[in-house]
């Protein structure tokens, strides 16, 4: 018996003991699925889910890093079929040179194909959400085993597993619907805005123009510049676009991780004075407005992944990330948050402030048409009574926090954030009606009702 390894998600706050089964074959994937330890079996891809989501204490985790082949590519079509521990990092390399490029790009691309459909992932602003674009896929579930899962098929099934936060079976295999793209390139324009007003406008006005928009904000700034941002907006460059020089490279996609964090670093280093120092220089040195500047996909999509284990400068208490979306119309709630963080001088580094113009299809999928705003947080005591009040106005508001994201929200204001989730706990309990698919966040949260249930 292998013996207990100790899981964190990416924000390192309350890391749990479990038996970590990494199966490599479709048998060992049912048997661990229908015949799982008394507390049960969770899926777990790269673990950048924030809290507890892909993690089980005393229990089962059943990792897909060995299921990590590309089965096949159809050019005719433009899919692609993968197992689910491939990694969003690994399809870009192989797909790029070939003229592909998946149709929803989250901010790193250390997330697996399983981890994306679990959280019905979404990227800058439009195009829908991961699972928009997922034709099939195979998944094994306590009640039914291994089988195929198709929208068309059994629309339930697949908008309760998308989205599901690993609670209605572990996926195994997906065939993703991908975009042509003809470089890996992005033609971007920066500007920088003078508060969320202004940016908020901006966005409006011209997001219309761009593929991808993300504003990049100053939470520590206050005053006339509350919400300061630094909005990118960007294409995929066409070949012509590249400047003579790119044209041999125009499709090539070879990241490299510039840095390491150390992997020991004080509490309390992040403070509001080197934070807000931070966002001053950033904030500064961004150009004033730059137009049609050529940038690789790293540094567009994942400027982040560039420096390996960033989450440890957040010291061993770890970080929060909030993440909430209001519909349009409700400008105000993402003000009134700028000023709660900002007046209350939580060190944060940048927020990033992005536009849905989808509602999630899943059931209890995050995104809706509105405002989102994400941002990283130190983990202290402190935090509890600033999240939490702004949780009562997202739900006024008529909006909700991410899942994925989440390691602190209150059990009690899940269904009105997520109105469909009596819908989503009847198909959930069809698939697994004894419950074997649990997890921290769901004995945290009661996600899948197990709990009032009493198991
Ligand atoms: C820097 C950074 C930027 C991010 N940017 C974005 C963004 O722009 N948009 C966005 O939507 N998200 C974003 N995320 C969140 C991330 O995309 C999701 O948390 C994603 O689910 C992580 O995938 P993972 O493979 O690491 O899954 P894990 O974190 O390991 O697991 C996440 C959930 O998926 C389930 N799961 C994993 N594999 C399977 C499987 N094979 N079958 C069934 N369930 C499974 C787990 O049980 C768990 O509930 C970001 C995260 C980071 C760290």
Partial sequence: MAAPELLSGWGRTSPTLATVHRPDDLEQIVSQVTAPSPRGVIARGLGRSYGDAAQNAGGDVLSCSKLDRVLAIDVEKGTVTVESGVSLDTLLRVLLPLGWFPMVIPGTSYVTVGGAIASDIHGKFRHGSFADYVDRMRIVTPARGAYMLEPEADANGFWATSGGMG????????????????????????????DVDDCMERMLERDHEYRYS??????????GHLGRAVLTRGNHATFDELPVSDRSTAREYVPRTLLAAPPWIPNGLL??????????????RAPRTTHRVVEGIKPFFFPLDSVRDWNRI????????????VPFGSEQVVRTALERFSAARVPTFLAVLKRFEHDSRSLIGFPMSGWTLALDIPASPRLAPLLDGLDELVVEAGGRVYLTKDSRLRPELLAAMYPRLDEWRSTRAALDPDNLLRSDMDRRLDLSGAGRRGS
């Fill in 271 to 284: 403070n509001p004075v080197t934070v807000r120092a931070f966002n001053e220089l950033w904030f500064r």
């Fill in 167 to 194: 609670l209605t079976g572990v996926v195994t295999e997906a065939t993703l619907k991908l975009q042509s793209v003809e470089t890996s390139r992005i033609v971007c324009d920066t500007e920088r805005t003078n």
């Fill in 314 to 325: 957040y010291g061993p208490r770890g970080f929060v990330q909030y993440q909430f979306v």
């Fill in 214 to 223: 993300v504003a990049w904000i100053d939470c520590l700034a206050s005053g």
